[in-house]
């Protein structure tokens, strides 16, 4: 058994006649009759006809035939193009397939390969003289990698929301109607004093007028409405005043977490109004 393997590189590294014939006759002794088989015709065909050696070959070559297994490999339905099959390390093409092919006996492995097929194998016993048939059927088909998910796009920068606006104090506001309601006890003072002013005047030209009634008397009287007509102003700033200062120092106590309210004042012919907006 160990010559086989030198018998083999020697024919490998320098090819000759001689050494193929006894690399045969050594295969043909460990078993393996197909090979021994092969390169029994491979030597006959490189004999030249007067070589004593021919009718060796061919007593072998016919003593081997009748022992040769054979595999047959066929092609499944449906199998698809570039379907091969690897006989142990001999790689078999559609050429192979559907013939009665030598092989020797023993344990084989066959594998069945085809594009976007997972592979297939198959092992099997061959005995001498055994003829079997090998359907070559590719294996499932290859899981495709499934894509990456989809990577969303980074979510716009949100703006932040403006702050509202401050809130008025409440202190502020009821600070304002102290200075309001100042202004209008301001008035209230400044209208007795103008009251105290005309009541003097009246009294004055009654008095005129009652004893001699002097050239004066005309300009006191003029001097009288005015003092009068001031004295009605100061009434309204000292209501206004006072009304919208006790209005303001309310509701910047009632109101310290809402909104600041509006008030405003006016005063018409007659009348005092007083005008404000809450929320």
Not at 67 to 89: C, I, N, Q, S, Y
Request: with cysteine.
């Amino acid at each position: 058994m160990e010559a086989c393997p030198k018998f083999a590189e020697s024919q490998r590294l320098d090819p000759a006649v001689g050494t193929l014939l006894n690399l045969a006759e050594c295969q043909e002794h460990i078993g393996r009759i197909a090979s021994a088989w092969e390169h029994w015709r491979t030597s006959l065909d490189q004999l030249p006809p007067s070589d004593s050696r021919v009718a060796i070959a061919k007593e072998h070559i016919l003593a081997l035939e009748p022992r040769l297994p054979h595999v047959t490999f066929v092609l499944a339905v449906g199998a698809p193009e570039g379907t091969h099959v690897l006989r142990d390390k001999v790689d078999l093409r559609r050429a192979s397939f559907g013939v009665a092919l030598p092989i020797d006996p023993g344990n084989h492995t066959f594998t069945f390969e085809a594009p976007g097929h997972e592979p297939a194998k198959r092992t099997e016993r061959i005995v001498e003289g055994q003829s079997l048939t090998v359907e070559v059927e590719p294996g499932p088909v290859e899981a495709q990698p499934s894509a990456p998910a989809p990577v969303p796009p980074p979510a716009p920068a949100l703006l932040a929301a403006p702050s509202p606006p401050p809130k008025p104090s409440s202190s502020g506001l009821r600070t304002a109607g102290y200075v309001v309601g100042s202004v209008g006890v301001a008035g209230f003072v400044a209208a007795a004093v103008t009251g105290a002013l005309v009541l003097h005047e009246k009294s004055e030209a009654n008095t005129d007028c009652l004893v001699t009634c002097n050239s004066a008397a005309p300009g006191d009287v003029s001097t009288g409405r005015t003092m009068l007509a001031v004295n009605a102003v100061m009434w309204g700033v000292g209501i206004a005043g006072v009304g919208a200062g006790a209005a303001m120092i309310l509701l910047g106590g009632k109101h310290a977490d809402s909104s600041a309210p509006s008030v405003t004042g006016a005063i018409l012919p007659g009348a005092f109004v007083i005008r404000g907006s809450f929320q």
